[in-house]
């Protein structure tokens, strides 16, 4: 069965950087897109970005200057990096399979990262 | 970006009911849209891919059609454990973008 369980600080202070890890269990993360998908009650759910098995990566435009994905395959992890954090980057942070470019079936349980200092 | 507008963003309704939600697109997406099914403190969880194809497990009184800018969701005779938020996505175009949600509580 796939899991996917992220990891990472659940404080950040403003100004610094936020970085998740995703590790997924049950299935290799070859083949597959890997995204990251935020939830905030002022945004709702907001796409990210993702990448590939390969290395490829597409990212939202609104925090492209600020964002990183990054794949380790041996690992079977994937990792989220948001620089130069703001009140406005505190939501729940999802990490997502989809067998295409977009979210799919498989989701974390989410983690509660909150900027503040 | 592609504007999803969700409709209603509220819902009251019984056990028993058939209910519809839709999803406007504000450009022709083709079929590229999913609906996910949410529950307070947990994660989506992917419904419908592609506008109408059930994904594995999910219980054949969902289903969803659709092309270009018009969405539904139906529910056709609600269960208890269908009382949540509801959320379409498309991925036709980047970025990807989710509706607002539409809210489905118990009358």
């Known amino acids: 069965q796939v899991q996917l369980q992220e990891s990472g600080p659940g404080l950040v202070k403003p100004s610094e950087t936020l970085s998740l890890t995703c590790s997924v269990s049950?299935?290799?993360?070859?083949?597959?897109?890997w995204n990251w998908v935020r939830q905030s009650p002022g945004k709702g759910l907001e796409w990210l970005g993702y990448i590939y098995y390969s290395g490829s990566t597409s990212y939202n435009p609104s925090i492209k200057s600020r964002v990183t994905i990054s794949v380790d395959t041996s690992k079977n992890q994937f990792s989220l990096s948001l620089v130069s954090v703001t009140a406005s980057d505190t939501a729940v942070y999802f990490c997502?399979?989809?067998?295409?470019?977009?979210?799919?079936?498989?989701w974390g349980r989410g983690i509660l990262v909150t900027v503040s200092s | 970006d592609i504007q999803l507008t969700q409709s209603p963003s509220s819902l009251s309704a019984s056990v028993g009911d058939r209910v519809t939600i839709t999803c406007q697109a504000s450009q022709d997406i083709n079929k590229f849209l999913n609906w996910f099914q949410q529950k307070p403190g947990k994660a989506p969880k992917l419904l419908i891919y592609?506008?109408?194809n059930l994904d594995a497990g999910v219980p054949a009184r969902f289903s969803g059609s659709g092309s270009g800018t018009h969405f539904t969701l139906t529910i056709s005779s609600l269960q208890p454990e269908d009382f949540a938020t509801y959320f379409c996505q498309q991925f036709d175009n980047l970025p990807i973008t989710f509706g607002q949600g539409t809210r489905l509580d118990i009358k």
């Open positions: 997502v399979r989809g067998n295409r470019p977009t979210p799919g079936g498989y």
């Open positions: 592609d506008a109408s």
């Open positions: 049950g299935d290799s993360i070859r083949g597959y897109h």
